[in-house]
């Protein structure tokens, strides 16, 4: 009799064994959660999260190192990415101002604003910019984008005054000037465009300005 409890005993022990180590391999591989950016400030020290976010600004840093800013279109809220070098190309080799991000890393919050310390592993293209940045994004978000170039696409429209041209979004609700010096831009009126422009603040009359370089019909 006590032989068969002792033998209980040890199938029992083995069994429990077993599923805790099935549990710590579970939480050893589980993903790191996904957050908004707006909610980086909550996490501890040390924490692995994943944020998606917009390509607001990216530059190098001695030591191959390179920065990043990652925004929320929806809300606005930025947090600076340290990216180390790892088995990948740097982000600055396939990503460009606009595009979405998917981005892992450690949360630093010793600074006055939190950090996310990344490597090149952790950091993939979601989506390109002329399928993130609409042109309702853009107006709303302006001052991310003020000086920079990327992609982004609209129907083109006439302006108030003659001669002037407009990049709308489709339902018409919100529009941004639109120049070229590369372009005759009458022949794009009433089409849908995706363009490669520079957003400037004109201070003569205040008012945001596409500067196109390249403009092609659709959605590309």
């Known amino acids: ?34 957050v908004p950016i707006r909610q980086v400030f909550s996490f501890d020290d040390g924490s692995v999260v994943v944020l998606i976010g917009v390509i607001v600004d990216m530059f190098l840093r001695d030591g191959g190192a390179e920065n990043l800013v990652l925004a929320d279109i929806t809300d606005g809220a930025t947090v600076r ?42 950091i993939t293209l979601s989506r390109r910019a002329e399928s993130v940045l609409s042109v309702e994004a853009l107006c709303r978000n302006w001052a991310l984008f ?23 979004d489709p339902e018409m609700m919100h529009s941004v000037l639109l120049r070229s010096d590369h372009t005759e831009l009458a022949g794009y009126v009433g089409k849908r465009a995706t ?15 596409l500067i196109a370089s390249s403009l092609y019909p659709g959605l590309s």
């Open 195 to 209: 363009i490669t422009a520079v957003l400037r603040l004109d201070p003569g009359t205040m008012s945001l300005v």
């Open 81 to 122: 990415v340290y990216c180390n070098p790892g088995l990948h190309e740097q982000p600055s080799h396939f990503l460009s101002i606009g595009d979405e991000a998917r981005v892992q890393g450690e949360v630093s919050s010793s600074g006055s604003s939190p950090v996310l310390f990344a490597t090149s592993d952790g």
């Open 146 to 168: 003020e000086g920079d170039s990327f992609r982004t696409n609209g129907v083109v429209i006439t302006g108030d005054v003659a001669g002037s041209y407009r990049l709308s």
């Open 1 to 34: 009799m006590h032989g068969k409890l002792f033998s209980d005993h040890r199938i029992l022990v083995a069994i429990l064994a077993l599923l805790l180590s099935a549990m710590l391999l579970l939480v050893s591989t589980a993903s790191p959660p996904a």
